[in-house]
């Protein structure tokens, strides 16, 4: 079966620098997607990874490496408004895209 | 700029009822989602449309039924609503299938009693 694996619930410090990894078994690959959710809200796109590397937006940056099977998705000089759940997303080989249950990432002063 | 407006925000139903989700978006983008999002769950896919006329079975499609009869409208209904459909239910787009980058509703809180 198909199986996106991120951690449930992870807790930092603003200012500092938190990793959300995400492990998956699909059934081939055409890109791995990475969407912020906040509480209540809809998730909104964040990052795309479909070769191997870092991809970097701002404070945001994204790594793919496609022989491990991992993805992880690296935030930098935490703010309290990144406090939100993170969603890892992969699409298979029939385009449709497999999603993680979401990591919920909680921002302490 | 209204990207996708879903309603209604929030409903409660009674189980056996018909209800139907609306969702309306202004990007003249070819393809529509519809999923469901429950605690502990990925994002599942209930329906989808790759452009206007077409409609495919996602991974829960089963007491769903849905439309494409234009590019910006792509109802959801449920014809005859149970308690395990009690979720928060999003419309989403993107401008092409095939693309991981899509655009989400607010969402439809629906709750089945």
């Known amino acids: 079966g198909q199986n996106i694996d991120q951690p449930t619930e992870m807790t930092a410090t603003e200012g500092a620098i938190v990793q959300i990894n995400c492990t998956y078994q699909t059934s081939g690959f055409n890109g791995l997607f990475w969407y912020q959710q906040h509480a209540g809200e809809a998730p909104t796109f964040l990052s795309y990874?479909?070769l191997d590397g870092l991809e970097e937006k701002g404070r945001f940056s994204s790594f793919l490496s496609r022989s491990k099977g991992y993805s992880y998705l690296l935030l930098k000089e935490l703010q309290m408004k990144d406090s939100a759940s993170y969603l890892c997303a992969v699409m298979d080989s029939n385009y449709q895209l497999i999603w993680g249950a979401g990591t919920k990432l909680i921002i302490k002063p | 700029i209204a990207g996708i407006t879903q309603a209604p925000t929030s409903q409660i139903l009674a189980a056996g009822r018909r209800m139907t989700l609306r969702c309306t978006q202004d990007?003249?983008?070819?393809?529509m989602y519809w999923y469901r999002q429950d605690l502990g769950l990925g994002l599942r896919l209930i329906h989808y449309?790759?452009?206007?006329?077409?409609?495919g079975k996602g991974e829960v499609p089963d007491g769903y039924s849905v439309s494409r009869a234009n590019t910006d409208d792509f109802p959801l209904t449920l014809a005859s609503a149970v308690p395990s459909q009690t979720s928060v239910y999003f419309c989403?787009?993107?401008?092409?299938?095939?693309?991981?980058?899509?655009?989400f509703g607010e969402g439809s809180r629906l709750t089945v009693l």
């Open positions: 990007m003249r983008h070819n393809a």
């Open positions: 449309s790759n452009t206007a006329g077409t409609t």
């Open positions: 989403a787009s993107s401008g092409t299938s095939g693309t991981g980058e899509l655009f």
């Open positions: 990874n479909v």
